[in-house]
């Protein structure tokens, strides 16, 4: 847990949000401000700046991202149509939440993977 963690006190519940699933190691949520129909993030219950912090020693909580990622999906209704599932890293990725934590989109066609800025 990292003090002033947005993200470790949704874990934790000391800050709400529309959990769709929770266990040991990862934690699921709707984005409060959603880009898309389906717009979830999954989140490591442990504390890391972003992916780039995690390693071979978080290999299971990764895995358990990989496959709640594909169970909300379907759960969602949004296996057979399609989505995409992102990872923002620092400044120039776009990072804003310095917890990772990665988004499940879709619900409609998503575009390009990048726009001009
Ligand atoms: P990123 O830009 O990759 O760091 O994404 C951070 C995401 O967290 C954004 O899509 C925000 O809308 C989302 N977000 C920020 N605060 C909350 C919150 N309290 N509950 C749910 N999502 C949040």
């Known amino acids: 847990m990292s003090e002033d963690c947005i993200f470790c006190k949704i874990v934790s519940g000391e800050i709400p949000a529309q959990k769709l699933y929770q266990d040991e190691l990862v934690t699921a949520f709707r984005d409060i401000s959603p880009q898309a129909p389906v717009?979830?993030?999954?989140?490591?219950?442990?504390?890391?700046?972003?992916?780039?912090?995690?390693g071979d020693a978080q290999a299971a909580a990764l895995g358990r991202i990989a496959h709640v990622a594909g169970q909300l999906a379907a759960q969602e209704g949004i296996a057979t149509s399609g989505w995409r599932f992102i990872t923002n890293i620092g400044a120039d990725g776009g990072q804003e939440v310095?917890?990772?934590?990665?988004?499940?989109?879709?619900?409609?066609?998503?575009?390009?993977?990048?726009?001009?800025s």
């Open 39 to 54: 717009h979830v993030l999954i989140v490591p219950n442990e504390h890391f700046a972003n992916l780039g912090e995690m």
């Open 98 to 116: 310095v917890h990772t934590h990665f988004h499940l989109l879709g619900g409609r066609p998503l575009g390009p993977l990048l726009t001009r």
